[in-house]
Each structure stands twice: as C-alpha cells, then as structure tokens.
C-alpha cells in the first residue's frame, strides 16, 4: 500500500496539492457584464471588496462579458464593475453561502454618474449554475430560530430528505446524528471549516461547536460534487465565524428547570417520583482586529450544566409489570473555539482555528430492547481537540490555491454505574450492559489543498486530501457476562421453594467471555485515506451549465489487511481468495443545470457514485471476534435442564444464583467467530436526481427534486459455517462479514424559502420510502439473518423510514419590535420489527419491520399469527396473539416558538428570549435505538408462559407505548419552557 498511496500523493503534489477541504468551505461569484445594448462588456473589471474588511479580490470579463471569482470566503460584499467609457457600478450587500454560486449580473450605461445599488436581502435568487440537492442554513436562521439544547446541526432537518437518526454509538449520547436519503447516520460526512470532523472508529461526527461561533452551513442531501467524498448520503460543511475591523462580542444565558416542563406520557404518575430536571448554558463570543483591515480574531465558549433524568424501565415482581420512571442522568458540556484570520500582501492569507470540547455525562447504555433500567446506565466522559489551518494564494486574477492543515483527537471513555451481569429480560434491560467497561481513542492528520482554475467557460478545481487515522480499543465487553431470559417474570415454582419469584425465571442463553479476568486491548487500528477528484462546471452557454467531476478513494487498512496472516487458523478455510484493498472506487459525478429566459426558474439533474467510508469497528470485529482474543461462551439456561414432566429444575441446573454452568452450545445467541470477507468493498450508492427551481413572488424560491438512490455493497454478517472451537470448549459459528446487500430509496423533495429579515421562512416537505436490509446499519454485531442462506428475507423497511415529513420555520418582526419565531414538525410513525417471544430474533414468517408498514392494525397481525398457528405455529410453539386496536408506530407533531425584544442600550443590545417547545405538549411516541425505534413494545411477550394458561396465548404488553420523542427533555418530548437573556455589542 506504500507504494499506491505514495503514487497518489505524488500525483496530488504535481497537480498543485488541490483537495476538498477549502472548496468545501468556500464560495463562488459570476456574473455578467452588458452595456444597455445587451451587448458583452469585456475587460470590465470586477473588484470584490468584504463588507467587514479584510477581502479584496479582482478579475476581469472575458470576451463574452461573463467573470468568474473562485474560493471567496463565505460573507457579504460589495461588488463594483469598472471600464473605460461606461460608469461605475457597485453591487452592494451581495451574500456569500458556503458551498453556492452567487450570481451578479450588471448592466453598464455611458460614462456619467457612479451607480451604487444595495442588493435586497429579500432577493429570492434561483441557482442557475449547479445540480447539487442542498440547501445552506444562515446565520439569520441560527441565531432566531428556537433550538432546544442548542445544537445548530437540528436545523438541518428543516431541509427536506433529512430526519432525526436512530441512536448506534454507545460512545456519545449528546451528539445531533443526521438520517439522509435514507441513510441510517453512520456514514454521512461532517467537516468544519473544511477539516474532517467524523468518528472513524463507529461513525457519525465527533465534537460539537457552540452556536455563537458558527457562520452558516450547508447540507448537500444528494448529488454533491466531486470535492466531496467518504459519505454516500449527505455532506455537512460548517463555517465558523471571523472577526472584523468592528471590535463585536456577545453573551448569553438560558435556564430550564423541571417546573417549567410537562412529564413524559410514558412516565408513571402513580410513582410519586419527582421528575430531576434543570439546565443552564451560559454563552459568549467576541472577536475584533488584531491589525485594521488586515487581521482579526475571534473567540466563543459555551458551558451547559445539566441535571437531566433519563427514561427507564423498573420490574415490579408483586404486581408483575414494568413500570415506567427517571434516573437521574447529569451532563457537564464545555465548548470553546478561537479563530485567527490574516492577509499578507495582495495574494496571501492564512486561516486557524483551535477548538475543543470536554463533556461527561450519566446515560443509557446501547439499547437492544426498548427501555434500560437504572442500573443500566453507563458514565461516560469525551475529550475532543482540533486544529486546522489553510493558507491561500493567489496565483493571477483567475487562480487561487488553498492548502489545509488539519489534526484532531478524541478519547472516549465509558464505565458502568454499577457492575453485575446484563439481565436480557424480552421486554427491557436490566443490570450492567455486557458492553462496558469500554474506551477508544482517535487521532486524525489530514493534509489537503484545492486548486480552483478559472479559464473562459470553464470553473476549475482539481484535487486530493491525504488522511491518517490511528484508533485503538480498550474492551471489557462480555467479563461480567449475560443472561438471556425468555419471560419478563416468573409463572411457576420451578425450583420448588414454596413461592414464584425471579429464582425460578427462565433463562434460554449465557454468554460471558471465555477470559474473564482481561479486557479485549486492540491498539494500532490505524487506517490511510487518500483521494483525489477533478471537478468542472462548464457553461456552455449562457443558459446551460454542465457539472462534471470524478473521484477516486481508497482506504489503506479497514479490511484489516495488515493482519490478514494473524487470522485463526480454525476459519482461514472459509475466507476465499486473495484479501486486496478496494482499489476501484471511481465515483463520477454528471449534471447539468438549464436556466432559460430570464434566469427565474432552472431545470437541473444529475447522476453519480458515490462511496461510505467503512469505520474501523469492522476490523475490531475480525480482530476482537476471532475465537481466541475475546472467546465469548454461549451456554445453555435453565431451560434446557427443565423435567418435562415436574416443571422443575434438577439440583445441578443453572440458576440465576449461579448461571455460568450449563453445557456448551453452538454459538446461538453469539457473535461467532468474525471475519471479514475478502471480496469486501467500501458501501457505494448510485444517486439520480430532477428537479425544478422557481423564483415566485415575494421574493421566495421554490424547489422541487425527484431523487432515487441505489446502494450496493452494503455490510452484512452471515453464519457461513461452523467450527469446534477448543478455546470456548464446544461449537462456535463462523460468521462473514460481507458487502453482499443493497439500499433503495426514492423520494419527492419539495422546499420553499424567503430569505428576509423582516419576514423569513423556509419550507419542507419529504415524501419517501427507504428500504434495507439490515437495521444495524453496516456494523452486524447482532444475531444475523433469520436465513443465512436466502438473505431477500431480510428485504424490508429502514427501522427510520418516514414515508412524510414536513417543517416550516420562520422568523418575523411583529408590531412592537418583537421578534417571533416557529418552528413546526409534522411526521409519519416509522415501522416496527415484530420479535418472537424471547425477542431474540423477529417472527421469522414476517418482513424485517413490518408492523406499520405490512401489518396495518393489531387485526391485521392477529390474522397472520392465526395463519402461522394454524399451520403448527414456530419450531412447533403457537405463539400470542395481541389486541386488535394495537398501535405499531405513532406519528410526530411538534411546534417550537421564540419570543424575543431587543432593547438598545447605547452600543449595546439587551434581548430578553422566552421559548416554548412542544407548544401544545402533543404526545409523541418514539424509541431511540435502530432495535425498536417505533417506541411501542414490540415483543411478543406471552402473558404465561404455562400452556395450559390462557395468557399463553395472549400479549397484553405488546404495543403498548415505552418511550416517547426526544425522552424526558430533547426534541418532541413533552412541553417545556426556557428562558433566556442576550447581550451584545
């Protein structure tokens, strides 16, 4: 591989060292200069100057009295068009979007008067020049509309195709994770200021920035060009602010308190509990020159101290119910950035930055039922740090180089409130997650640099990034062990002492580490990334402008290729072929935008491949899950050992007292032994797009796009065999971790937006359907397939497929200088998996997520068990039917206000802000993890599981509701009111 990326970077350093990283930041002004004939005006002279200082770029018309100004800084300017006989022009306020193409179109008259015209900030503008679905969220929208905890990554799903993703990392609770196009969260791509800000290890983005020091951002859903890369949903580049000639600071305070909010529906109010909730974020900013009009600073922190609570879930064994409540679940979350911003001459600059983040937090473990108890709770604390710095030259009016610096760490580490064995009951978790005592660590260096051409019709950027990640795991995953029951309380004195309680519970499975005494140590997870793309947008005529780009990637070492000779002999007889590194990841990207007449609507469309990066927990699965490291022993329960005849347990059966003693089984329940196909691939989607953009009146665009995304190569684990493994004593399966399956998705996204001060709104409207294969998303540390053998059975819907979505959010000023500002959501319910008895697979006649989607009503399923029944049911058991007016999935409504009044102050500004989420405190239900994100209990629990009883053949809990949006205090939940207060200067 030393060679190959060697290759790469050599080529990257012959072509200029151009990558991704300050295209993705940057923005690009054209336009087009005319005299009052309509005739082209060449060699006029373009001069941008920024509103803030600091800016200054030229160029000049070319023969077709068009111009083109690449890699600017996202900001306001004032443009000003200059040539000999023709007066003076100055465009004045234009904006600037990371990631867009402004458009600036002039017309010159006779020498005269200077002309000085201020651009609306109302102006609807119809993007004429490119073919990507996005949209770019502004600083006006950040700092008005009401967020609840404060993260600015919210507002993307005001964007149509985008929701709320299903929670996969056990390693950070807090973070916002994006669901795109379908996409589960794992593999979109967050960068900040152009440098990469991704959890390699698990997926999903690393640290968060404070909402004071964040400019604007843009998400491209679909269809981004070819400077982007390693996602194959969505791509995220933030732009935090910079400091201007104008010495400007800020500061604020928010307060939540438990008195001010409702209870959870889930809640039980018959408890008594009280609900332990307050918060308080304390924010400031400030920023000024360091030289005037050449150099600038700017600095922002943010401290939230918050006493939260989290559902759980708590067995009551007298009455034989689980009740619903709070434990406490406290965060402590400190953010800072610093950014410095120089000119050097007339063709230098360089950009810094330096920021950080320190969190701890009490939480849920992984879930894999649909509700923890207390003691399953984890304490977790994240550090992360980053620094990126980009020098950019100029090399003429027409070309400009940008080379980006970046490093990051972060390191994670997660321990147990309390230790014990994990109790698998079917309906919650109770005990000690199995997963923790865990910690990993990430460091990143990225070098990257874009070369941005402009020739005649042509825009020009050509580049490559080089990345290094080294990662590494500490696990005490499996020591303490892990019981598998197959009923949430006991019906029968199994072990004849006189009464029914939780000695005589049946268990199916154990499972606990073969090496108890020693954690699963992985260093040097390390991994190489290099890419390199070309991307052109050629106007070729004054109405059609083609995008074309291409881009290669490859990755050094997620195949685990460096160990490929450390892999237990037992299964190297099941790896076939020689393992090589995915060396063909050509993506293309092809499209075109057509904007005829008058430039008010634009036709625009497109195709291309692109590629998920593959994080380094697959190769933790082969190294870690290889039959010898970690040696996971699956043993028989109590179950096995029951007299058939008594109902009772021999002396010498395991008991919950003492559950580690049965005989060895044949990995059921188990991860097996992993390995990694050796014909793996990185995941790669197909994604098609058409659509329209329309300029309405008042000043408001309309969008609409067609998308369809075809993903292929997808991550499945499949039990391919089985080995006597002497390490565990007995059978263990072997189990392929391969990119064998695909993703549909297909969707009508339809947006409407009026950028104003005075009255601003965005609009969206997702309608979609998502199908998969699996619901843990590329990382198969679960059961498997129900058929090894025939994976279409696993066809089915995404565990988050939201068939419609819609959100409005606006801002106005209302009579009496108030500011006002909503946000409304409107949802589908998303589907649910319908699990045996024993939840540890779904019932096997069923599609993977059916109920809400297959099943419409409780009746419906009800038919299906009776057919099943009817033909001898499972592994000859009849299994429960659940009641005909049973909820599968619940839609979600929620509507959010801000109310503010400034008051000046002088030089200073005092804003007092009320907001209000979940106005009229709509109850709605949701889960958390990709096992059962409907929120409804989605086990087939047997109400006995005597079967002579009635309730053998009846679930009441089944359906009933377990957890609702956003938990006791996040988005959704129930209403709650924050108060708050801004300064600023």
Known sequence: ????????????????????????????????VRDGQAAPVAAATITVTGVEGGLTRATVTDDRGEFVIVNLPPAVVDVTVAAGGFSEVTRRGVVLEVGQSAMVDVALAVAGVRESLMVSADAGTVDT???????????????????????????????????????????????????????LGRGGNVTIDGADNNDDVVGGPLQNVTQESVQEFQIATQRFTAESGRSASSVINVVTRSGSDRLRGSASLFLRDSAWQGLPATFDRSSGASLPFDRQQVAGAAGGPLVTGRAFWFAAAEHRNQDGAVLVGERDVAARVIRRGVAAAPLDDTLWSTRLVATFGASDSLVFRYSGEHAQDVGASSLDRAIGSASYRQRSRNDYQSAVGTWTRLLGSTVVNAATVSLSAFDNVIAPIAGGVQLTFPSMLDGSSFRVPQSTTQRRFQLADTLSIARGSHTLRLGGEWQRVDAAFDLGVFREGRL?????????????????????????????????????????????????????????????????????????????????GQINPLVQ?????????????????????????????????GYGIYYDRVTLQLQSLERGLDGRALPVEVRAGNVFFLDSQTGRFPPFAPSTANPFTGFILPGAGASGINI??????????????????????????????????????????????EVFNPVVGGPDRVVNLESSVTTHYD?????????????????????????????????????????????????????????????????????????????????????????????????????????????KTGADLNRALAAINGSGGIAGQPLPYVRDDVRFSDGFAACDLRVSRPFSLGRARIEPIVELFNVFNVTNVLGVSVRNYSGYANVLVRDSNDPADAGYLRSSAFGQAVSTAGGVFGSGGPRALQVAVRASF
Not at 599 to 604: E, M, P
């Open 1 to 32: 591989m030393r060679r190959v990326c060697g290759g790469v970077v050599c080529v990257a350093l012959m072509m200029g060292w151009a990558s991704t990283a300050a295209a993705q930041s940057s923005a690009t002004l054209r336009g087009r």
């Open 573 to 605: 007889p099941f790896l076939q072929g020689t393992r090589r590194r995915d060396l063909n990841n050509l993506g293309p990207r092809l499209g075109f935008n057509w904007a005829p007449g008058d430039g008010r609507t634009s036709v625009h469309g």
């Open 676 to 721: 990694i196909d050796n014909r793996l691939q990185n995941p790669a989607v197909q994604q098609f797009n058409l659509g329209v953009q329309r300029e309405l009146p008042w000043s408001t665009v309309l969008r609409v796009d067609g998308v369809h995304a075809l993903g292929t190569h997808f991550i499945i684990g499949r039990t391919i065999g």
């Open 484 to 564: 598998e029951f197959v009923e949430d309380f006991a019906t029968f004195d199994h072990n004849g002492d006189g009464r029914v309680d939780d000695g005589d519970l049946l268990f199916a499975v154990t499972l606990r580490s073969g090496k108890p005494e020693q954690a699963l140590v992985l260093p040097d997870a390390d991994n190489h990334h290099v890419a390199l793309f070309i991307q052109d947008d050629w106007r070729v005529r004054s109405d059609l402008t083609l995008n074309v780009g291409l881009r290669y990637e490859v990755d050094s070492d997620v195949k685990n290729i460096s160990r490929v």
């Open 747 to 855: 969707a009508l996204l339809v947006s409407a937006e009026r950028r104003s001060t005075r009255l601003g709104f965005r609009a969206a409207y997702t309608f979609a359907k998502a199908l998969n294969y699996a619901n843990d998303d590329q990382i198969p540390f679960a059961n498997g397939p129900i058929d090894p053998t025939n994976l279409r059975l696993e066809y089915g819907p995404t565990p988050n497929d939201q068939r419609h979505r819609f959100t409005v959010a606006a801002w106005t000023q209302a009579p009496g200088g108030v500011l006002v500002a909503p946000i409304l959501t409107l949802a589908s319910g998303v589907p649910m998996d319908i699990l045996m008895p024993d939840a540890q697979s779904r019932v096997p006649a069923f599609q993977r997520n059916a109920g809400g989607r297959l099943f």
């Open 129 to 183: 020049s490119r073919s990507v679905v996005d949209a770019v969220i502004p600083s006006t929208a950040i700092e008005a509309l009401p967020l609840n905890g404060r993260n600015f990554l919210e507002l993307a799903l005001l964007v149509p195709g985008n929701a709320p993703a299903p929670n996969f990392d056990p390693t950070k609770s807090n973070t916002v994770v994006i669901s795109s196009a379908g996409q």
